[in-house]
T-cell receptor
Framework: GEDVEQSLFLSVREGDSSVINCTYTDSSSTYLYWYKQEPGAGLQLLTYIFSNMDMKQDQRLTVLLNKKDKHLSLRIADTQTGDSAIYFCAESKGSARQLTFGSGTQLTVLP | NAGVTQTPKFRILKIGQSMTLQCTQDMNHNYMYWYRQDPGMGLKLIYYSVGAGITDKGEVPNGYNVSRSTTEDFPLRLELAAPSQTSVYFC??????????FGPGTRLTVL
């Protein structure tokens, strides 16, 4: 199966919180990342968490890591229409910190 | 800094043709990567390089070749294009143990 799995779609109302979930399989991953991709664009790093942390907060973004269940989540507070995009989680491993990506979650923010 | 630049932005190839996708970074990063993104999927690693003169295979290297003669440039070569290579190609670079910065991508169609 896939190393990193995400649900494909999420819709929320503007102003609500969004929670995007991800599971990974490699417990040796050192960093876990969240990237954002807008239509026709490359990937933009949103935030990351080191594997020995449980939580990281960065303005509207909160990352939670459950190492026991190999579960990662990204919470976006006060979601705005500009947050509509595809969100990828990725795990980093290997000598060159190669990234393994999930399939991405399409977030749609409804007015 | 321009960051990571890729050329061309778009290309249509006939089966059996060859081409080189160009990638250049001006951040003096040692690590460079090539990924492909198929529709509705996450990115998969094709090749990577940890420095000039050093390259290694990623998850999906078949049908591609790379070279790294300078720190700045990391071209990706397709020798005999096949429809299965229709995809969006992203180049990325990073310092050791740091985040990867992505280029805007090259959209390739093989007919």
């Amino acid at each position: 199966g896939e190393d990193v799995e995400q649900s494909l779609f999420l819709s929320v109302r503007e102003g609500d919180s969004s929670v995007i979930n991800c599971t990974y399989t490699d417990s040796s991953s050192t960093y876990l990342y969240w990237y954002k991709q807008e239509p026709g664009a490359g990937l933009q790093l949103l935030t990351y968490i080191f594997s020995n942390m449980d939580m990281k907060q960065d303005q509207r973004l909160t990352v939670l890591l459950n190492k026991k269940d190999k579960h990662l989540s990204l919470r976006i507070a006060d979601t705005q229409t500009g947050d509509s995009a595809i969100y990828f989680c990725a795990e980093s491993k290997g000598s060159a910190r190669q990234l393994t990506f999930g399939s991405g979650t399409q977030l749609t923010v409804l007015p | 800094n321009a960051g990571v630049t890729q050329t061309p932005k778009f290309r249509i190839l006939k089966i059996g043709q060859s081409m080189t996708l160009q990638c250049t970074q001006d951040m003096n990063h040692n690590y460079m990567y090539w990924y492909r993104q198929d529709p509705g999927m996450g990115l998969k690693l094709i090749y990577y390089s940890v420095g000039a003169g050093i390259t290694d295979k990623g998850e999906v290297p078949n049908g591609y070749n790379v070279s790294r003669s300078t720190t700045e440039d990391f071209p990706l070569r397709l020798e005999l294009a096949a429809p299965s290579q229709t995809s969006v190609y992203f180049c990325a670079s990073s310092r050791e143990y740091n985040e990867q910065f992505f280029g805007p991508g090259t959209r390739l169609t093989v007919l």
